[in-house]
């Protein structure tokens, strides 16, 4: 009933306030409308999916709930009734129970859709889609919960059996991820976490199914769907085999098998505690090892303790089997060491390069403007718009044959990290700054992914002073193969592009290109992109702003003094990049610089200390032009704030009247310097790092 009355909520009620809401709205949109509709009945309805997890545990423990009593045991064992018969029985009860309160209350739902003149067949087809995936994953989550009940014989025991077995994988995860990221300094989590997660965690995969339902292949739903239910059904077999070997005498007991008490002991022991040594070490402050040891201890005492005298339902029992505590010791112990001294070399391995098929990178702070699709089907309409971790998607995605340079950078930042991670725990410190560099100073820092000839992928992250990577990275940025693979404005065709926009990369006004010249800009744009050197980009402010709207993404490409046959075609189409009529519109310039100072204390300036900022105004035409030419504009260095030589610290703004004359604010446009082209008088008059 309960699981009905929650459908009742979920389906009509909720489509019955979508209709009114909208029905009474001013700015109604039909289009927008059937979407919320779609929503509500399709695929990653969120209250269905969580109305089904509820559901299955529920059914799950109430149906063999007579398990837990020895009174109803024998009566049902009694029956001349063969146990397969009874298993079958009660499973397709808790199955149909579900079934039946999901369609009824989605057919309310269809009846008044008709009604209201909603119903169409991309709600019905939606719907389809999202029984058929809730119902696998529900049947996978009641049979897990029917294996939790098999296991014990105590209700409350099987609802932490529940517990654990819907929530070990991600458990594991966080475990996993936690200590890799404390003690490696070159740990890279991203997909691999994540993978591991929708492996190990029913409910995890369920919610990634649904969410993802509308933006893939149904090749790929309908593969996962197979897969949940072979799963499902192995379940099925095994739960069944449990049932007819239960035995009676086992109803009251914490646990219906003794050989599964030590083994489910050690499954939570190991990594909680674990987990608690690292939560007392960030407790603490210090992240010192003794900290960490201390937790793992405290922490494995207590779980232990509790899951002895939950077993034996006895307190004297807490320190029970010493034989078996000493094993979770032992093991953990072994865990703890190898991280902690790198016993596996995690931080130096690198695989050897003739092994190598494939390589990607992707760097932080360098266009960090960009975004990707991550799947387009043949007529070019993207199954998800964004990946929202750039640097997932173009390791995944770029696996660069000609990757020499890529396993160079690999080199350097693999002996970099492991000479840190190796002072470190020589100090008994842990893992902080992969670099070993100063906040101050500029470094890359880049995620590579190794794919092996045998398969096998291996990722890292490293980071590296940038004068020591400068040369490659130059060297990488140049190649033809990785640009291609790198800017997604290769891959657009001339069809998939609703509009193309450029503005002025200085005072904003902007255009928008006539569909006619879109397919030619993009051939003068992706030529002069391929023959941009290193050095243009790091060197040149931008003069211009190309935004490509397309049917998956919005991006912007910048446009740089060298690009003379695209900056000529925009020109022809009406843009205005006359640089030195910008100029001579820049009545004055403030140079702003903040000196970075840190007192005995430790402590940073405040923003209050007006001693420790230092501002020139230049009204001098030619100072003004030669200030002009050595900036960077905000976005610029924001989108690759790694790459350029710049001091954020030090700033130009502006005159207001030409910044509200374009709608700016009154304070002025800001850019940051360059700091190898910073004129001379600048640095005389500010001070500038005295």
Excluded at 551 to 574: C, D, L, R, V
Aim: proline share 2%; with cysteine.
């Amino acid at each position: 009933m309960l699981v009905f009355l929650l459908f009742f909520l979920a389906l009509p009620v909720s489509c019955a306030m979508t209709i009114e809401n909208q029905a009474g709205n001013e700015l109604y949109d039909a289009e927008y409308l059937a979407q919320m509709l779609t929503n509500a009945v399709g695929v990653g309805n969120v209250a269905i999916i969580l109305i089904s997890i509820l559901g299955a545990v529920i059914f799950g423990l109430s149906g063999f709930f007579y398990l837990h009593s020895r009174k109803k045991v024998d009566l049902y064992h009694s029956m001349p009734v063969r146990r397969e018969v009874q298993y079958a029985v009660i499973y397709v009860n808790g199955l149909g129970c579900y079934v039946v309160s999901y369609l009824i209350n989605l057919l309310l739902c269809f009846l008044l859709l008709q009604m209201n003149g909603f119903m169409d067949s991309g709600i019905f087809m939606g719907a389809l889609a999202s029984i058929a995936i809730n119902v696998v994953f529900y049947s996978l989550i009641y049979t897990i919960t029917i294996n939790a009940v098999m296991l014990t014989g105590n209700i409350i025991v099987s609802c932490l059996g529940t517990a654990v077995f819907l929530a070990y994988g991600p458990l594991l995860v966080f475990v996993r991820a936690i200590y890799f990221g404390e003690y490696f300094a070159t740990y890279y989590g991203g997909d691999i976490d994540t993978a591991i997660f929708n492996t190990l965690s029913p409910v995890g995969i369920y919610l990634v199914t649904g969410f993802r339902a509308s933006s893939v292949k149904e090749s790929e739903i309908i593969w996962m769907l197979i897969k949940v239910s072979a799963v499902t059904v192995a379940l099925i077999a095994c739960s069944v085999f449990l049932y007819k070997k239960r035995p009676s005498e086992a109803a009251g007991s914490a646990m219906a098998f003794d050989f599964v008490k030590p083994i489910i002991k050690f499954m939570l022991v190991v990594p909680l505690s674990l987990g608690g040594g690292i939560l007392f070490q960030y407790v603490s402050g210090s992240r010192a090892l003794e900290w960490n040891i201390f937790g793992t201890v405290f922490t494995m005492i207590i779980i232990y303790a509790v899951i002895e005298m939950i077993y034996n339902f006895d307190i004297r029992s807490a320190f029970r089997n010493k034989i078996q505590f000493a094993a979770c010791a032992a093991v953990i112990a072994a865990v703890v060491m190898v991280f902690r001294f790198d016993f596996i070399k995690y931080d130096s391995y690198l695989p050897g390069k003739d092994s190598v098929e494939s390589m990607s990178i992707s760097f932080e702070g360098m266009d960090e403007n960009l975004s990707y699709v991550t799947d387009v089907d043949e007529q070019g309409l993207a199954y998800s718009r964004v990946l929202t971790n750039r640097y997932d998607y173009e390791i995944e995605g770029m696996e660069l044959t000609d990757f020499t340079t890529v396993y160079e950078l690999a080199e350097l930042g693999a002996a970099r990290a492991e000479k840190i991670s190796a002072d470190h725990r020589r100090n008994g410190a842990f893992y902080s700054n992969a670099s070993g560099s100063s906040e101050q100073e500029r470094q890359y820092r880049y995620y590579v992914k190794f794919k092996l000839k045998s398969g096998r992928e291996i990722y890292r992250v490293y980071s590296v002073p940038a004068d020591e990577a400068e040369a490659m990275v130059s060297n990488l940025y140049e190649n033809a193969e990785y640009k291609e693979s790198h800017y997604s404005v290769y891959r657009y065709k001339t069809e998939d592009i609703n509009a193309v926009y450029c503005r002025n990369a200085n005072i904003g006004n902007e255009i928008t290109v006539n569909r006619g010249g879109i397919e030619k800009l993009l051939e003068l744009y992706r030529e002069e992109l391929k023959g941009l050197t290193w050095d243009e980009r790091t060197a040149e402010n931008p003069v211009a702003v190309l935004n490509i709207e397309s049917k998956t993404s919005n991006e912007e490409y910048f446009i740089y003094p060298g690009f003379e046959q695209t900056i000529a075609f925009i020109t022809e189409q009406g843009l205005d990049l006359d640089q030195t009529a910008w100029e001579e519109e820049v009545k004055e310039l403030k140079v702003v610089y903040t000196k970075p100072f840190f007192g005995e204390s430790g402590n940073a300036a405040t923003e209050s200390d007006e001693s420790l900022e230092k501002s020139v105004t230049y009204t001098d035409k030619e100072q003004i032009r030669e200030i002009l030419g050595s900036i960077f504009s905000t976005g610029y260095y924001w989108c690759n704030d790694s790459m350029l030589n710049v001091d954020p610290d030090l700033t130009v703004w502006t005159g207001s009247e030409f910044s509200s004359e374009y709608g700016y604010n009154e304070e002025g446009i800001s850019f940051y310097m360059n700091q190898d082209k910073i004129p001379g008088f600048v640095l005389e008059d500010i001070g500038y790092k005295e």
